[in-house]
């Protein structure tokens, strides 16, 4: 049973991988121009994958269409819908080919009820399944809180909170910042695996002035300068998995500081490392969370995400432990995979 995936597989996907491991099906990553005519199932993730994340053009976009309408001669689309849209720098091409892909879909893939419930009213011909995001159990090393926090330097009395993945946009970054400094604890550490540092500083003479003074340089040296050990452990690119997984497993709770998203791994992150794990009651966000009984907060009051982390840390402080449900182990969602394609291809 093979399933295309139309990318370069440029980069490594641990939702991917995860459930690769444990299905029957052969993964086979091929540029969207070579898939051929003899491919019954397609499996796209990521529209922006098809043309290895760079905007594509009209032209572009056109080939696709074309060729997608060869493949549903012989073949069935299946789109996991992990993002309502694209999650940074939307562009009219970018809108235009998740609407190509969303169009021409036979089964949706949902992370959650949320996602199924909104795409079935939008796309009422198309079949829609729920299968849930894996467990990250076999992409990243567990270390014990001990040998973490003494490779990275933390103090092992601290109350540490980890917010893991890259902060994409500027509200993220002060959501995280904010909510922190609120939290009224001596002993609070606060790690970010890749704090957004990019600067948007901009004046009539500016590109004059840099060659004496680089005005957007200085202000993210004065950011960096300000957010230093003991209380602040911040990287600014994305970390090899080992040292992503130290500081995952330093940590006493993870923070997941999303405000518009559909999903996010990081919830399913915290939980593989057995974390307590606070995030934003959005999308699929607040089941996986809620399924977990889990702090969630409406990301758009600092008074509520602060009250959230403050439950979070008190079921840390009673020894509380989140159990992953079997639901969302990586072995039962590969077998909910391969059910769906077998059904497809039994048609």
């Known amino acids: 049973m093979k399933v295309f995936l139309p990318s370069d597989q440029k980069e490594f996907y641990p939702y991917i991988e995860e459930i690769r491991r444990f299905s029957k099906a052969?993964?086979?990553f091929e540029k969207y121009s070579q898939i051929g005519n003899t491919c019954k199932l397609i499996n796209v993730h990521w529209p922006e994958a098809i043309f290895n994340w760079e905007e594509p053009d009209t032209k572009q976009l056109n080939d696709l269409e074309k060729r997608i309408l060869k493949w549903k001669s012989h073949a069935k689309l299946i789109y996991t819908k992990h993002d309502l849209a694209r999650v940074k720098g939307t562009t009219p091409n970018f809108r235009r080919l998740f609407k190509i892909i969303e169009d021409n879909t036979d089964l949706f893939i949902h992370l959650g009820d949320y996602s199924k419930q909104l795409y079935r009213e939008k796309f009422p011909k198309a079949e829609h399944k729920l299968i849930p995001h894996p467990a990250l159990t076999n992409t990243f090393t567990k270390y014990?809180?001990?040998?973490?926090?003494?490779?990275?330097?933390?103090?092992?009395?601290?109350?540490v909170i980890v917010a893991p993945g890259k902060i994409r946009t500027f509200k993220e970054r002060n959501l995280l910042l904010?909510?922190?400094?609120?939290?009224?604890?001596?002993?609070?550490?606060?790690?970010?695996?890749?704090?957004?540092?990019?600067?948007?500083?901009?004046?009539?003479?500016?590109?004059?002035?840099?060659?004496?003074?680089?005005?957007?340089?200085?202000?993210?040296?004065?950011?960096?300068?300000?957010?230093?050990?003991?209380?602040?452990?911040?990287?600014?690119?994305?970390?090899?998995?080992n040292d992503f997984s130290l500081r995952?497993?330093?940590?006493?709770?993870?923070?997941?500081?999303?405000?518009?998203?559909?999903?996010?791994?990081?919830?399913?992150?915290?939980?593989?490392?057995?974390?307590?794990?606070?995030?934003?009651?959005?999308?699929?966000?607040?089941?996986?969370?809620?399924?977990?009984?889990?702090?969630?907060?409406?990301?758009?009051?600092?008074?509520?995400?602060?009250?959230a982390l403050e439950e979070g840390i008190e079921?840390?402080?009673?020894?509380?432990?989140?159990?992953?449900?079997?639901?969302?182990?990586?072995?039962n969602v590969a077998m909910k995979y391969d059910k769906n394609f077998k059904n497809l291809l039994n048609r």
């Open 26 to 28: 052969d993964f086979i």
């Open 144 to 159: 014990s809180k001990e040998e973490a926090r003494s490779k990275l330097g933390i103090a092992q009395d601290a109350l």
């Open 178 to 241: 904010k909510s922190f400094q609120k939290l009224e604890r001596e002993d609070k550490v606060l790690v970010s695996t890749n704090m957004r540092n990019e600067m948007k500083f901009d004046f009539k003479g500016r590109v004059r002035l840099q060659p004496i003074f680089d005005i957007q340089h200085y202000i993210k040296e004065k950011f960096r300068q300000k957010y230093q050990p003991p209380y602040y452990y911040f990287n600014y690119e994305t970390l090899n998995n």
């Open 248 to 307: 995952i497993s330093a940590a006493d709770i993870v923070f997941v500081p999303r405000i518009d998203l559909l999903n996010s791994g990081n919830v399913l992150l915290g939980l593989t490392f057995g974390k307590i794990t606070v995030g934003p009651a959005i999308g699929n966000i607040q089941e996986q969370l809620t399924d977990h009984k889990l702090p969630v907060f409406n990301p758009n009051s600092i008074s509520s995400v602060v009250n």
């Open 315 to 331: 079921m840390h402080r009673k020894g509380i432990k989140p159990r992953l449900l079997d639901k969302y182990s990586p072995d």
